[in-house]
């Protein structure tokens, strides 16, 4: 498997189709006979995914490299996917390294500095990593990138 492919789910889909065929059918796509889910539903699932705070045109600047994603940023991205995958040490040791990369930067890092730095610890010695307090440091860090 690989660990930076994204997860299957209906969210994130371009189409979603309920129907039935045949084995080589269905892997080429096509179907003996289905239905489509209609694309206002499709869009409107995708949009509730998005924070709903410029994402799209910070998608189109970075795509387009009128911007760039930060380290903080894309560390953040792999603490949350390693957390999503309860790989917690390793969520809290990604979790350190963006509030440390955002306060290399000139960010705040408000709350989550200390809570970042409580799980690095923890994650360092081999403690059991509480998910809620992660949970909780994550949703700062958020605060605190998007602040920044």
Known sequence: PDPYAADIHPDNAVFIRFGYGSGE?????????????????????????????GASERVASVLSARDTVLAHEALLVEAELAAGEDRLALAALALAAA??????????????????????????????????????????????IRAH
């Open 25 to 53: 059918e269905v892997a080429d796509g096509r179907w003996s006979e289905a239905v489509e889910m209609p694309e206002g539903r499709r869009r409107a699932t995708r949009t509730a995914a998005m924070d709903g705070v």
């Open 99 to 144: 509030i440390e990369s955002l306060l290399r930067g000139g960010g705040d890092g408000g709350g989550a500095a200390e809570m970042a730095g409580k799980l690095r610890e923890q994650a360092l010695s081999g403690a059991e990593i509480d998910p809620g307090a992660l949970r909780e440091a994550l949703r700062e860090a958020r605060r605190a």
